[in-house]
Structures are given as structure tokens and as C-alpha cells.
């Protein structure tokens, strides 16, 4: 069993091509999508149509939550730029986009074989906007766990790759799809490395292992589809794609 792991795709359908045909080169059973799909980039309507294409399970990360309930987005962030970003998305949306995000779960376990087991969710098991980071202390990893356990345990929202151990399960995050982050920022301003990340966790012969991949993303495609957008972080996006 071979599970493709993406989180944060972010309206970013030019990264999302890329990492799917990745997926496809390296072969797997199943694709789960980690949350955060449609907001702060360029193209939500493809992204969301290449998901439903794909007919993966969803989880529901905080910016999905954002988009059905507009005044959560407050309890979270009060620049005002990202606060645009997200109500241009949803000023984009049909109703089956509304629903189609209506369907995401919070969180979702998955049998790799009959000793291993994957739970997924976006932030932590608790909270979607909750971040669980390689330097998160084993005490308070425990907290945020919520008395949930897997062989292996891997959820997105920090646009950081990680893998770690705590209390031998392993804690994975695939990165982001379509805004991956060079460092940890606590809600600062990023800078994006130049490629798209996923991860893939296996199952055989009793063991289990975890791949972080890193797929290369046209730089010209990222540019042109942000001209072709009027989203308030254009500016912002195309000062790093420069």
C-alpha cells in the first residue's frame, strides 16, 4: 500500500499539475489531500475541479473552513491582504464548490496493512489551525495528539516538510503543494522556495516508510497565471516568482 500525501494547494493548479504527474511517475494506491485547496492563489475553480477529478479524500483545513464561514478567518489573521485573498476566492465559488468543500473531513484514518495504520488530518488532530512543527516539545505534541494514535500520523498547514519521531510514530507533514515555505514564519511573511512538495507513506513486508519529495514547477506557467488573475496577493506572488 502506497498513500500520496498533499496539503496546501492553495489556488496553485500550475504546482498541483506538476506534483500529479510526480504521482503518477512514482505510482500509488491512493492520493489524500491534506486541506487548504482553493485560497490565496490564482486559480481556485481549477484546483478544485482537478480534486473532484481525482475523487481522493479531503481533509478540511482552516482556510477551506474560511471559506464557508466568513467571519472565522478573524480568529486567526487580521491582515488584511490575506483577509482579501480569501473573500475573492469565495466570491469565485459555485454551489457545488461550496458543497464539494462542505464534504472534507477532519480527520481520516487509513489501514496501510494489517499492523499499520495513517491518521490524517491538517493541523493537529484537535485544532486546523493548531501548528505542529519538528521543534513542537514531546509534552506538548502529546496535548495536541488528543489521545490519537498511528503508526503513522501526518497532517500540512505549516508549509514546512517534516518527518519526526514521538513516541515511535512516526509525525509527517508533506509541505505545500502550491506555496512551500523556506522557514517557519508564525504568520509572517514567507518566502516560497521554488518547487511544489508531497509526501508518500508505504506499507510492505510488515514495514512502513515515508518519502518527502520535491517536484520542480515552471517558473514562467507560476507567472503567467498570476497576470492573468486580479487576486489581491498577486503582487505579493509575483515578487517571488521573479
Known sequence: MRVAL?????????????VLADIARVGVDQIVCLGDVATLGPRPDLVLDRLRSLGCPCIQGNH???????????????????VDAVDWCRARLTSRDIDFIRSFVSTLEIALDERSTLFLFHGTPRSHMEDLLATTPPDELDVMLDG?????????HT?????????????VNPGSVGLPFREYVAGGAPTLLDHAEYATVSAAAGGVSVELHRVPVDRAALRDAVRASDNP?????????A
Open 64 to 82: 477551506d473552513a474560511f471559506l464557508l464561514d466568513p467571519q472565522l478567518i478573524h480568529t486567526y489573521t487580521e491582515a488584511q491582504v490575506v
Open 6 to 18: 498533499i496539503s496546501d494547494l492553495h489556488a496553485n493548479a500550475v504546482a498541483l499539475d506538476a
Open 159 to 171: 508549509h514546512i516538510q517534516m518527518l519526526r519521531q514521538h513516541r515511535g510514530m512516526l509525525m
Open 233 to 241: 496577493l498577486s503582487a505579493m506572488l509575483l515578487q517571488q516568482y
Open 148 to 156: 490519537n494514535r498511528g503508526t503513522v500520523m501526518a497532517g500540512g
